[in-house]
DNA sequence: TCCATATATTCGTGTGTCCGAATATAGGAT
DNA sequence: ATCCTATATTCGGACACACGAATATATGGA
């Protein structure tokens, strides 16, 4: 299931409101868990549990950096599911409320630089 | 709501098993509730509340014809959200299960020919 | 009118899951 | 070791919904 999410699984999961803000949210570039919770809002709990689902299915897939960690999509073996998943990003982004969820991770990507620093520059 | 599903209401219809098989099945040509249930091997009630719970959302249609109820799906005016639908349709079509339910699609058309004559020809 | 067939709806039950709150674990710094 | 921060998990309750069974509605024909 890990490798290979399927349908099934990726249309359930992208079928919880959180969770698809979470994958609109998410690119090719990892996000981690503080700052995804800060732009969409929710509780830090809520975050890691749809997170752990996301990863369960085998839609993302994390990393390890000191006491962060960070998510990031993973590529679906399966062209025609990954399609979905792809459409679904792409009519999300239509929506005002994730262009207003990209806004607020910027800005805390911004303030939260780096794992390593925790100050903004300067 | 019934003139343009929104991303989730599409994609929490499509998380059910059962109704995915439906919008998999349907083509652009209508469908009788009949052949539905009998491709689907779902009890009667079971197609014709997944049918009516796809009808509210807008995702299809629905004309009578006699006795008959037939249903094809919509076109959404959202091409975003199509295209969501037109992946899962497709990502569907790779499925065994799928395909056996087209096959008896076929054999339950070819019984029942139309709404006027019952019985096979000849 | 009454009957037969196709479709729709209601009811009760079980299951899944989403959430908030609290707590637990992990890793880094001093 | 101890504390602090980031993340994960557990627990309980609430809610949505999918199903089987039974029943209701609608249409056509006698």
Redesign the pocket.
């Known amino acids: 299931m890990r490798a290979a999410p399927k349908l099934a699984d990726v249309l359930?999961a992208l079928?919880?409101?959180?969770r698809l803000r979470m994958v609109a949210l998410l690119g090719s570039e990892e996000v981690?868990?503080?700052h995804i919770?800060t732009a969409l809002r929710?509780?830090?709990?809520?975050?890691?549990?749809?997170?752990?689902?996301l990863k369960r299915v085998g839609m993302v897939e994390?990393r390890?950096v000191?006491?962060?960690?960070h998510y990031r999509l993973r590529r679906l073996p399966d062209p025609a599911v990954q399609a979905v998943v792809d459409a679904a990003r792409k009519a999300a982004g239509d929506s005002p409320g994730v262009a207003r969820d990209c806004c607020r991770l910027v800005d805390a990507v911004r303030l939260?630089r780096s794992p390593i620093q925790?100050a903004p520059m300067a």
């Open positions: 359930k079928a919880d409101p959180t981690c868990v503080c919770h929710v509780p830090q709990p809520t975050a890691s549990r749809h997170l752990s689902y994390d390890r000191g006491l962060w960690k939260i925790t």
